[in-house]
């Protein structure tokens, strides 16, 4: 995967293409720290603990294997149900390319290449 995030595609009618979301959140999952943030094992652990603990309360709940499944689930459902929103998946094309402003000019500033900065982020 390269640092530069992948395209938000959308269909003819302009509805966002669900199957170009998984692409963009796996980026925004390896090159965005407050989204990696959730890959951390203690954040992983609290999401753990809090799904054993709602189960134990007895209310149903979907397992999920991973906090990070739960996040892409959340984004997609939410991508779902305001795709007639703008706002939202105009919000997250922005978000992608943002995100990236800071990393180029630091990469700019430092004279490094995409390939120097992929390598940095293994």
Same mark, same amino acid.
């Given at each position: @995967?390269?640092?530069? /995030?992948?395209?938000?595609?959308?269909? /003819?009618?302009? *509805? %966002?293409?669900?199957?170009?979301?998984?692409?963009?959140?796996?980026? =925004?999952?390896?090159?965005?720290?407050?989204?990696?943030?959730?890959?951390?094992?203690?954040?992983?652990? %609290? =999401? *753990?603990?809090?799904?054993?603990?709602? !189960? /134990?309360?007895?209310?149903?709940? =979907?397992? =999920?294997?991973?906090?990070?499944?739960?996040?892409?689930?959340?984004?997609? *459902?939410?991508?779902?149900?305001?795709?007639?929103?703008?706002? &939202?998946?105009?919000?997250?094309?922005? &978000?992608?390319?943002?995100? @990236?402003?800071?990393?180029?000019?630091?990469? *700019?500033?430092?004279?490094?290449?995409?390939?120097?900065? !992929?390598? /940095?982020?293994?």
């Amino acid at each position: @995967m390269t640092s530069d /995030a992948p395209p938000l595609q959308r269909d /003819a009618s302009g *509805q %966002v293409d669900v199957d170009s979301v998984p692409d963009v959140i796996e980026w =925004f999952l390896n090159y965005d720290q407050r989204v990696g943030i959730v890959r951390h094992p203690s954040v992983e652990e %609290v =999401f *753990q603990w809090k799904q054993q603990h709602t !189960a /134990a309360q007895g209310e149903e709940i =979907f397992q =999920f294997k991973r906090a990070e499944d739960r996040l892409a689930i959340g984004i997609i *459902q939410a991508l779902a149900d305001n795709s007639d929103n703008a706002v &939202c998946t105009t919000g997250l094309d922005n &978000c992608s390319a943002r995100s @990236m402003r800071p990393r180029r000019r630091t990469s *700019q500033l430092l004279r490094l290449t995409s390939s120097t900065c !992929a390598a /940095a982020d293994r």
